[in-house]
């Protein structure tokens, strides 16, 4: 039952890197929150500093009320899984986990039952007598989280746990992470640059970039309403067009479509899934560049006629062939200027109906 | 499968097996040979009469046992010092910053960059005015400065290797700084560190000149008392006896170093 505040913290390194910038979070109880963002967005730097190995240059960051800025990481109320695991390899499973509850003075027998307890629950009972050295990467990362785990932290702590891992370790042992989690009820904050890690698993997610904020919301509305072309282009695959409105319509190189904003530079987003698109002979407004398979659909890159590169989804991909004209109709479209949003609408029948006079 | 496939020979291998051979083992041979025995004349190959005879004579003399118990006093009072003295400093040039760090951490390899004898001169000047020469403190400074390369560069290299990490999730499971050297660092770097307290004890164990040059003619260790031996006695026999003496200790510690270090953590002290 535990709330992790973070006000205005911010992060300047030695140097004069400034890692983190003025960075404002609430964790409510029993949620999983993701920090995203590319390398060097300050993500780690911010978990850190909730574990207690960096200290903030400014701000304040509470646990359940009480201030833990300035508090030893050996006196916070937080568990931490490292990415490289970090299990003390001279120790075996047993000992590794055992080594917290020693330090609090558990007695002996009371060690025995968490310790097999929480082996159960990240399903490597009876692992206790193992070497660290003997485990496979997804057991000694199972390991590590059960380490965290068998102190009951308030806040628990994850740093890219999967990252070392393949691709089918990582999406199972997500899942489990995620079960776990829910069944523990325990506030969690999770650093990560992969976005179908946070997609899956995060209750809010936390798109950040050069140590401030982008965007933190469900992962579905940052999925479908990114607020900057940064989140839109960093979650999932967007075409961004960059392009000039005049007279309510979007247009680049013989491509437009109808935004009703003012007359200037834009941007627009589109989703590839939101990209119809018809073969056309005359009005052709691109050109199919590469068509690929993927079984359940199809995916084609195509050009414009000043050869941008976009991306649109199909459910046919048989019907595409490379060099084919195709005509273009944005079925769902956001458009920024000065990297703030401007519009966003799925294509109204009153749109619609403009696009076609533009397009004839 | 496997039997079918058939190894090279590899001839280089065994080239230097044989030249290692050759310049290690045989000279070792021929002096655990001179060592048991009584009477060999030119030009027989083999000794005309194996024996303890000297053995006997030796053992007998009141000289080899202080010395040898001088020998093992010092070394152990040496090794011990230099571990309170650079365990920590090794630590401090791992893991802190601090200015002339690197500086510091390269003039411990000035003690082995010029000949050797020539420092040791200058320093038995200072000793000489210090009323150091020929006590036992003496040789156990000048002992310490032999062992300072290693016992900083190896355990430095030993501390560097251990995981930040791994004494950051101590920290995080509520580990003091303290606990965290002492359970996490200290374990992870033991091996290695073993290797250089080893090495330092057999290094002091055999050191010659200083010992001589300091401690003489009051403080006789093993190696000073064996070249007196070899200077003034003509008798091959006396020499070689000691030689075989002053193996019994490094024999032991590589026993024991079998036992305790594994063979890669050994080489990781080198930077193997």
Redesign the interface.
């Known amino acids: 039952m535990s709330v992790l505040n973070i006000k205005d913290v911010s992060k300047i390194f030695p140097g004069g890197t400034r890692a983190v910038d003025t960075f404002s979070l609430d964790v409510a109880d029993g949620e999983l929150v993701c920090l995203l963002g590319p390398s060097g967005s300050g993500k780690s730097t911010l978990l850190r500093m909730v574990?207690?190995?960096e200290t903030p240059t400014s701000g304040q960051m509470t646990i359940d009320g009480d201030d833990i800025t300035h508090v030893?990481?050996?006196?916070r109320p937080?568990?931490?899984v490292?990415q490289?695991h970090?299990?003390?390899?001279?120790m075996n499973v047993f000992k590794n986990l055992a080594?917290?509850l020693k330090?609090?003075k558990v007695a002996p027998a009371e060690i025995k039952r968490r310790v097999e307890a929480v082996l159960e629950l990240v399903g490597l009972g009876g692992y206790g007598t193992r070497a660290v050295t003997q485990l496979s990467g997804g057991q000694q990362q199972r390991v590590?989280l059960a380490?965290?785990l068998v102190?009951e932290p308030k806040i628990l702590l994850l740093d890219e746990p999967f990252a070392s891992l393949d691709q089918h370790l990582r999406e199972r042992l997500r899942e489990e992470v995620r079960d776990i989690q829910q069944r523990l009820k325990i506030t969690t904050l999770f650093v990560t640059h992969g976005q179908d890690e946070a997609l899956s698993m995060a209750d809010r997610i936390v798109v950040m970039r050069d140590g401030k904020t982008e965007q933190i919301d469900r992962p579905d509305i940052v999925y479908r309403e990114p607020r900057t072309p940064f989140v839109a282009g960093f979650i999932g695959t967007m075409n961004l067009i960059e392009g000039t409105v005049a007279n309510g319509v979007f247009s680049k190189a013989g491509y437009s479509t109808p935004v009703p904003v003012a007359d200037g530079p834009a941007t627009q987003a589109i989703r590839p899934e939101a990209l119809e698109l018809t073969l056309a002979t005359d009005n052709a407004q691109g050109k199919v560049h590469r068509v690929t398979d993927f079984g359940t659909h199809g995916l084609v890159d195509l050009e414009l006629l000043d050869s941008t590169r976009i991306k649109a989804m199909v459910s046919h991909p048989g019907l595409f062939q490379p060099g084919q004209g195709v005509a273009l109709a944005p079925k769902a479209i956001a458009a920024y200027r000065d990297d703030i949003l401007i519009h966003r609408g799925a294509l109204t029948p009153e749109i619609a109906a403009r696009r076609e006079t533009i397009d004839a | 499968m496997s039997t079918l496939v058939r190894r090279r020979t590899d001839w280089t291998g065994i080239t230097f097996a044989v030249v290692l051979t050759l310049v290690i083992v045989l000279p070792l041979l021929v002096v655990g040979t001179w060592a048991f025995t009584n009477v060999w004349r030119y030009p027989s190959l083999i000794p005309q009469e194996f024996g303890l005879r000297f053995w006997n004579q030796t053992l007998a003399r009141a000289d080899v046992w202080s010395s040898i118990s001088m020998s093992l006093t010092l070394a152990v009072t040496v090794t011990v010092l230099s571990a309170v003295i650079c365990l920590p400093a090794a630590y401090a040039f791992a893991r802190m910053e601090f200015p002339g760090r690197s500086i510091l951490f390269f003039s411990f390899l000035a003690g082995h960059a010029f000949p050797k004898f020539g420092l040791l001169v200058a320093i038995a000047g200072i000793f000489l005015q210090l009323n150091l020469i020929g006590t036992f403190w003496g040789v156990v400074l000048i002992q310490l400065v032999g062992t300072l390369l290693f016992m900083i560069w190896i355990p430095v290299a030993a501390f560097q290797a251990v995981?930040r990490?791994?004494e950051?999730?101590?920290?995080?499971?509520?580990?003091?700084p303290m606990?965290v050297f002492w359970?996490?660092t200290l374990?992870?770097a033991?091996p290695t560190i073993a290797a250089a307290i080893l090495l330092s004890f057999v290094g002091t164990f055999y050191e010659t000149e200083g010992a001589w040059l300091i401690g003489a003619p009051q403080v006789r260790t093993l190696p000073v008392l064996m070249i007196s031996f070899i200077n003034n006695q003509p008798v091959i026999q006396y020499g070689a006896v000691l030689s075989v003496l002053l193996w019994v200790p490094s024999f032991i510690a590589l026993m024991f170093a079998r036992k305790v270090v594994n063979s890669g953590s050994f080489a990781r002290g080198f930077g193997g």
């Open positions: 574990g207690g190995f030893p990481p050996e006196r937080t568990g931490m490292f490289s970090a299990l003390w390899t001279h080594f917290g330090l609090r590590a380490r965290s102190l | 995981d990490r791994m950051e999730a101590a920290r995080d499971v509520g580990a003091t606990r359970s996490i374990p992870q033991g």
